[in-house]
């Protein structure tokens, strides 16, 4: 940098060859992107360029260019040339020929820049309406064939409201995937549920509150409620004494299946109680109680298997509650037992 100080150039080139210079090593090598350039020169690509190939030819700098790598630049200042100010001044126009006839009346209509050479349009006034119908004092020409832009209509909302009188149908009605969340919930998360999505939409002004399909709308909330129910059940939260009963009845299929786990809860062993007890201090109260204790568990043939009314039910237990079982039973009959979750069938008393 220190050599292109001491360098005689024109400030583009100038301000160019310092900033390759700044990127460059101790050999002078050096490959910045023009990108890095402008943003250093404060000039134009094109700029940049133009002042690169000159610098180029006077023997400044080599340009290598790499395909797929962008170029690389050596710096080597010339100072053995003749400075251009000392050359003799040239003729501002050849002999013979006559000045110009005229000037322009201001400097910037002589501009080579062309956003000071185009000149915009004059603005023409808009007519102003009068009470008997005519134009304004700017002139008939001024407004004539222009009509006032019409405002756009609003969007209507497309649907119905829900009814004032909308209760939550039962659980057996719902679509099978939506009674597979639903069955997990614990006493009084559907009722609350339901309670919520009445005030929600009954309270909602705005055009979302009308819907075309309330029971498609009414799936999809509980679907989405799904994550917030679990978390608040592994929180420790009850919902039995927050919500009022609504009837509701459970599936069939369900019922059966919980009648078979309750039958085999009544039959196990102290060690299977001992087993369940350890889970729960383990595993706290809340999740035990809402996952474990509804589930039956036996001792057979060296596995302990766990019987679950349904398979979201089932699958739960198999993930979060496995290791705590496993561990469980190592302390109490002093073996290791594997884990076997299944789910229970209608009219069936073992686990699956």
Known sequence: MTA???????????????????????EGLCWPSMATLTA?????????????KSLAAAGHLTREE???????????????????????PKPL????????????????????????????????????PTPAGGSGPAGDDLGEGKEPKAAKPRKRAVG?????????????????????VVGLWPAGAYELTAIMFRNHWLAEGRAIGAKRDWARTWHNWLLRENMTILRAVKAGQRFDATAPAVATRPAPAESAAAADVLAQKVSETEQVRR??????????????DSWLKVSAIEIRRGELRVTSPTTFQASWVEQHFA???????????????????????PGESKAA
Not at 67 to 73: A, H, N, S, V
Not at 94 to 122: C, F, L, M, Y
Not at 160 to 180: G, M
Not at 275 to 288: K, Q, S
């Open 93 to 128: 126009r050849p002999e013979g020929t006559s000045p110009p006839k005229g000037t322009t009346p201001t400097p910037e209509a002589a501009s080579d820049k062309p956003s000071r050479t185009i000149t915009s349009p004059p603005v023409r006034a808009k007519a102003l």
């Open 160 to 180: 119905s409201r829900l009814s004032e009188d909308w209760q939550a149908p039962a659980v057996a009605d719902l679509p099978l995937e939506v009674q597979a």
């Open 323 to 345: 290791l705590p079982l496993r561990e469980a039973a190592q302390e109490v009959l002093g073996e290791e037992l594997r884990v076997r979750v299944g789910v229970a069938r």
């Open 40 to 52: 250093k020169c404060s000039k134009s690509d094109r700029t940049i360029q133009a002042a690169i």
């Open 4 to 26: 292109v100080w001491d360098t005689q150039l024109p400030d583009s080139e100038k301000i160019v060859l310092l900033a390759l210079a700044d990127c460059a090593n101790d």
């Open 275 to 288: 087993i369940r007890r350890l889970v729960r201090l383990r595993m706290g109260p809340a999740p035990y």
């Open 66 to 88: 790499r395909p797929g790598k962008g170029c690389r630049y050596t710096i080597h200042p010339r100072r053995d040339f003749v400075p251009e100010r000392t050359s003799p």
